[in-house]
């Protein structure tokens, strides 16, 4: 693996997550089924499976947008019933969402200036004058912002309203966003969704980055196997919210019940 | 040809931050500052500065107070009347308390008290939002003013049920009162104004502001991404409030003179929300062009028969007057639905490369 030692004292290998025994449902319809899994810190870690597999609820239990009714979920070695969506911001986990969640009313800079909000916590009184402490603060996340925005190649659309940008863009501006909370965990829904192939090229390049350059864990789903495959490190198969495979790229690929589950199986 | 930023180079982050950037754009307000300050108050007659300028400003102050809830966090209120209500008797009732303590400190403080009741009443933004958020408000609007006609103690038992400002100096000059010049009033009302309007430019271009727009873009993708919901909405809220309750301490003190309840009835929560939509949701200066349109233009419509000499009976002209405004609002909302606000902007744009089309 590439991630050296983190803050949290993990080295790279170390289970960063992981998810015990979980069940979510809405009423009756169950949208996971006791899943069991781990995310190793320093991976690309996929999640795949047809549609209504349960990808997003995963991804959603995860950062504590939703509380599944049974299981534990123990990240950074402290376990829990449930995440709280700010206890998960602050302990690094940061996302992008399928359909792009941006703050469409805002310039691409104040979109990725708003993934830093947790990191500024100067004062309300130095916020008025916007000098001082308030000034210095706002100029040192911009050098930070300036720094994702070289990354990802995006300096000609920085004071564009996101509203105005095309689709691919978007993608971009919105995982320049969830950088910006410089996360230890990264998850990803369909980074690629929608995208034509020199966008995908780029997407992955910029993912493999990411975990390359600042040893950031990534959890993608994404439906595109051929990417899929290339980038990650290992993949869980979600079928009807139950998990039906985990293993490398080659192992998944050969697993017959993933080849039942993408192809059907004759009756 | 003039307005252009070509060869106008930012080498720091902090100029490339400015609020005002351009050069062109620091001097436009310079001078807005120069005829705000000295011209209007030397050249304005009484009339002009006490029943167009005045009321302009108090209500530019509050659809900026508005503004902050519903254009940059996207929180619908109607109980704006109200949370100025709020300010004008908090503003009463302290300075009849400490009579002796300068009138500007009780205006301000009248304010915190007006993002207190504001901070409360915005509880239940957590839960409910859009029209469900407008009736929520409009109980707040409705139970204040119930306080206002039903508790006498608010205007110190006075039997007019009305409150009788009395008079203020500041620096040895009559401000409040009978006794108070217009240019007094509408120089310590603009300097407030000014204030006030920076603070709030501040707060929008900061961490703050990118909050409250991120929680009216996309609620779920803030609070993802650590930014507290209920913190965000009460302050803005509290913020909002802050500036309805010292433009209802100014309406009533360098305004009005008096004041009965029934001027912060429903009907000004809605005038404060035109002026807010069609000045442009999300933008300061918007605020103050809502505030203008609404209050100025009906003043000018009034005037131009007699200025022009047509002879129109004064009913007509109040009726035409109606027609005239209203007809307007929908010209304009169609022609720029985003308000007054983007059609400056665009117009800037079409400037910066006049006279070549693009």
Not at chain 1, 3 to 15: I, N, Q, S, T, Y
Not at chain 1, 241 to 263: E, F
Not at chain 2, 98 to 109: R, S, T, Y
Not at chain 2, 300 to 321: D, F, K, N
């Amino acid at each position: 693996m590439r991630a050296p030692g983190g803050k949290d004292g993990l080295v790279a290998g170390d289970v960063l997550l992981a998810v015990d025994n979980v069940s979510l449902s809405f009423g009756g319809v169950k949208a996971i089924t006791e899943v069991s899994f781990d995310i190793r810190k320093g991976e690309i870690r996929a999640i795949i499976g047809p549609n209504g597999a349960g990808k997003t609820s995963m991804l959603n239990v995860i950062n504590g947008f939703y509380h599944p009714q049974q299981g534990r979920i123990t990240y950074k070695g402290a376990t829990r019933q449930k995440m709280r969506p700010y206890v998960a911001a602050s302990q690094g986990i940061s996302r992008t969402f399928q359909n792009v969640a941006l703050f469409k009313g805002m310039s691409t800079l104040d979109n990725i200036m708003a993934g830093r909000t947790l990191k500024m916590q100067g004062s309300f009184f130095w916020q008025l004058f916007r000098h001082g402490p308030a000034m210095r603060e706002e100029i040192e996340h911009r050098r930070k912002v300036e720094e994702i925005i070289d990354f990802l190649e995006i300096q000609a659309i920085r004071k564009t309203p996101v509203g105005k940008l095309p689709y691919g863009l978007q993608k971009r501006v919105e995982l320049g966003r969830a950088l910006a909370m410089e996360p230890d965990l990264l998850l990803l829904d369909e980074p690629m969704a929608g995208m034509n192939l020199e966008e995908k090229e780029d997407m992955s390049r910029f993912i493999l980055d990411v975990n390359n350059q600042y040893g950031t864990t990534i959890a993608l789903i994404e439906h595109d196997i051929g990417v899929v495959m290339d980038l990650s490190d290992r993949i869980v198969v979600l079928e009807y919210g139950r998990k039906i495979a985990d293993g490398t790229p080659d192992q998944v690929k050969s697993d017959q019940k993933v080849i039942d589950a993408y192809l059907g199986v004759s009756h | 040809m003039f307005y252009r930023e070509a060869g106008q180079y930012k080498t720091s982050y902090a100029a490339d931050m400015a609020i005002f950037p351009i050069r062109q754009d620091r001097i436009g307000i310079a001078v807005i500052l120069l005829i705000a300050f000295v011209i209007i108050p030397v050249f304005g007659n009484q009339f002009f500065l006490s029943s167009v300028m005045i009321p302009t400003l108090v209500f530019s102050l509050a659809a900026i107070g508005l503004n902050i809830l519903t254009g940059y966090t996207g929180l619908i209120s109607l109980g704006t009347a109200a949370f100025m209500g709020v300010g004008a008797y908090a503003c009463y009732k302290l300075t009849s308390w400490f009579p002796g303590v300068n009138i500007l400190v009780w205006i301000i403080a009248s304010g915190f008290v007006s993002a207190g009741v504001g901070a409360l009443f915005g509880l239940p933004s957590l839960r409910i939002k859009g029209f469900y958020l407008v009736v929520a408000t409009l109980a707040a609007q409705f139970f204040l003013q119930w306080c206002f006609v039903r508790i006498p103690w608010l205007v110190n038992y006075n039997t007019s049920g009305a409150i009788e400002v009395p008079e203020r100096t500041l620096f040895g000059v009559v401000i409040t009162g009978a006794n108070a010049t217009p240019t007094a009033r509408y120089l310590v009302l603009l300097s407030v104004v000014a204030a006030l309007t920076w603070f709030a430019s501040n707060l929008v271009h900061g961490r703050v502001g990118r909050a409250w727009m991120a929680v009216r873009d996309m609620d779920i993708a803030a609070e993802l991404m650590g930014i507290r919901l209920l913190t965000t909405k009460l302050l803005a809220f509290a913020v909002s409030s802050f500036y309805c309750g010292v433009a209802g301490a100014l309406m009533v003190f360098l305004w009005y003179g008096s004041a009965e309840p029934e001027v912060f009835v429903i009907n000004q929560s809605f005038l404060v929300l035109f002026m807010v939509i069609i000045g442009g949701l999300g933008s300061l200066i918007g605020s103050f062009m809502g505030a203008a349109l609404i209050y100025m233009l009906p003043i000018v419509l009034r005037m131009l028969p007699a200025a022009l000499g047509l002879p129109i009976a004064s009913a007509t002209v109040e009726h035409l007057q109606f027609i005239i405004v209203g007809a307007l609002i929908i010209v304009f909302l169609i022609a720029e639905p985003h308000g007054l606000a983007r059609l400056w902007q665009t117009g800037k744009q079409k400037l910066r490369i006049w006279p070549f089309p693009y």
